[in-house]
């Protein structure tokens, strides 16, 4: 997690179109959503979040291959203090780990 998040911003998630589909749902909890495609706009009281998203071509090392998504991040309306307890959310959900 970060301290603080800008406006807009860029990040690649390890993971396949469908997977993040899977995950979106729950790290956007309460706030009303609308998907477009391969876009959605998030209610973030008082502003919105606009999420774009992309597939990338896989990162290969050896012989791993883990699926990308480029996903930019749009915030509208919103002071740093609600982006941040938005992300703080967001970036729970998102979290994966392994063992």
């Excluded at 959503?33 to 706009?41: A, E, K, T």
């Excluded at 791993?64 to 938005?86: E, K, S």
């Amino acid at each position: 997690m970060q301290s603080s998040y800008a406006e807009q911003f860029e990040r690649d998630m390890g993971c396949t179109e469908a997977e993040w589909l899977g995950w979106l749902p729950a790290a956007l909890g309460d706030c009303a959503w609308q998907r477009n495609g391969s876009s959605v706009v998030v209610s973030v009281a008082p502003g919105q979040l606009r999420l774009d998203w992309e597939p990338l071509p896989p990162r290969v090392i050896a012989l791993m291959r883990m699926p990308r998504l480029r996903v930019c991040f749009v915030f509208t309306g919103l002071d740093a203090a609600r982006r941040y307890a938005f992300m703080k959310r967001f970036d729970l959900y998102m979290q994966r780990g392994g063992g």
